[in-house]
């Protein structure tokens, strides 16, 4: 069964750092772009992070950019997002998303981690 | 950055009305339109891709069509279960862009 799972969400102040991960099971995880969306509560979908499937390609949302670092690691089926300089308006529920090869849309969703930013 | 807008943001219907929701594309971004649907608390759920295929397990009242900047779903009779948010949005070039989200509510 093709499976992710997020995890590393929390609290965190203003100004702080967080890593989330995202294990992927039941596919070539080396072979797929994949992506992270963030929701804030009461809020709709808003694309973050891609990355390609061998790392060496990262695209973000201006709303990130210099502040977050998508990256992966093929060998552990895993794919990270580094979070730096965090802000209120970053609070969300973060999720990753597999694009599949053959079309482009977000085909496997993860259940997502909440991550709340305040003092 | 490519904007996506959606109308309407609500709508409310009656079980087996035929719906229509247009997403609109501040540039051409043919094929590469996906629509969405999310239930309250749920992850979004992939319905259809490249503007008019209908992801496998979906059932066959939703489509999808449209080219360059117009694209519509349509839900041809609402089924109690469609009531949810939707979404479209483009993966024709980075950033990935969502609309804003269409409500259906039960009228």
């Known amino acids: 069964e093709v499976q992710l799972l997020e995890s590393g969400g929390g609290l965190v102040q203003p100004g702080g750092s967080l890593r989330l991960s995202c294990a992927a099971s039941?596919?070539?995880?080396?072979?797929?772009?994949m992506n992270w969306v963030r929701q804030a509560p009461g809020k709709g979908l808003e694309w973050v992070s891609a990355?390609?499937?061998?790392?060496?390609?990262?695209y973000y949302a201006d709303s990130v950019k210099g502040r977050f670092t998508i990256s992966r690691d093929n060998s552990k089926n895993t794919l990270y997002l580094q979070m730096n300089s965090l802000r209120a308006e970053d609070t969300a529920v973060f999720y990753c998303a597999k694009r599949p090869g053959t079309f482009y849309a977000l085909d496997i969703w993860g259940r997502g981690t909440m991550v709340t930013v305040s003092s | 950055d490519i904007q996506m807008t959606q109308s309407p943001s609500f709508l409310s219907a009656f079980v087996g009305d035929r719906v229509i929701i247009t997403c609109r594309a501040s540039q051409g971004i043919s094929p590469h339109l996906a629509w969405y649907q999310q239930k309250p608390g749920k992850v979004p759920n992939l319905l259809i891709y490249a503007a008019s295929t209908l992801q496998s397990g979906v059932p066959s009242r939703f489509s999808g069509s449209g080219s360059g900047t117009e694209f519509t779903l349509t839900i041809s009779s609402l089924q109690p279960e469609d009531f949810a948010t939707y979404y479209c949005q483009q993966l024709n070039s980075y950033p990935y862009t969502f609309g804003q989200g269409t409500k259906l509510e039960i009228k």
């Open positions: 039941g596919f070539t995880f080396s072979s797929y772009v």
């Open positions: 990355i390609s499937g061998n790392g060496g390609y990262t």
